[in-house]
T-cell receptor, first 114, second 115 residues
Framework: DAGVTQSPTHLIKTRGQQVTLRCSPKSGHDTVSWYQQALGQGPQFIFQYYEEEERQRGNFPDRFSGHQFPNYSSELNVNALLLGDSALYLC?????????????FGSGTRLTVV | AQSVTQLDSQVPVFEEAPVELRCNYSSSVSVYLFWYVQYPNQGLQLLLKYLSGSTLVKGINGFEAEFNKSQTSFHLRKPSVHISDTAEYFCAVSPSWDSSYKLIFGSGTRLLVRP
């Protein structure tokens, strides 16, 4: 049973560029959340998608946007990259009507902005 | 707003010794509490969670935690650690009213188990 799959695993971008990260949720899960984990810090909630809509958003600027597709997979887009956007981006999936807090995390995408 | 404090950034311990990783939280509302572990180059794995009921919660890999409402703490313990327990440990809270189950994490504690 495949867990949460994220791609790519690593990437390097230049300041000002745009990036798209992808997430395939665990089989049977319908909700996707994104977290940013800066080096040496705990993950911070970016936003959550359910039924193809952004349900809740953390304290992140509009440069961060996302999308959920009918097959429940999701994308995270970051525009006008800053050096401070360098981090590990984690995707977590869950089932809306499932066991409370049944999050499954992916291994993340390591983004380096130079 | 909720916040989580993990006072110890790193805890060194010898193999087979007991360990306690401390977690304190601040919240004006009822919260759910969690401990996650992160091994190098991996995502987060749930160790245990407290939603309600008994304040002593048992998790995977021999870990347990105790919820103390009066001290707003949720410390993680293991009676005898192994080399393989070396990892980063994160305490997290989520407001019990929040249907999105958004997690608020502490800054983490690196557990270093020495032979």
């Amino acid at each position: 049973d495949a867990g949460v799959t994220q791609s790519p695993t690593h990437l390097i971008k230049t300041r000002g560029q745009q990036v798209t990260l992808r997430c395939s949720p665990k089989s049977g899960h319908d909700t996707v959340s994104w977290y940013q984990q800066a080096l040496g810090q705990g993950p911070q909630f970016i936003f959550q998608y359910y039924e193809e809509e952004e349900r809740q958003r953390g304290n992140f600027p509009d440069r961060f946007s996302g999308h959920q597709f009918p097959n429940y997979s999701s994308e995270l887009n970051v525009n006008a990259l800053l050096l401070g956007d360098s981090a590990l981006y984690l995707c977590a999936s869950s089932l809306e009507q499932g066991e409370s807090y049944g999050y499954t995390f992916g291994s993340g995408t390591r983004l380096t902005v130079v | 707003a909720q916040s989580v404090t993990q006072l110890d950034s790193q805890v060194p311990v010898f193999e087979e010794a007991p360990v306690e990783l401390r977690c304190n939280y601040s919240s004006s509302v009822s919260v759910y509490l969690f401990w996650y572990v992160q091994y190098p180059n991996q995502g987060l794995q749930l160790l245990l969670k407290y939603l309600s009921g008994s304040t002593l919660v048992k998790g995977i890999n021999g870990f347990e935690a105790e919820f103390n409402k009066s001290q707003t703490s949720f410390h993680l313990r293991k009676p005898s650690v192994h080399i393989s327990d070396t990892a980063e440990y994160f305490c997290a809270v989520s407001p019990s009213w929040d249907s999105s189950y958004k997690l608020i994490f502490g800054s983490g504690t690196r557990l270093l188990v020495r032979p």
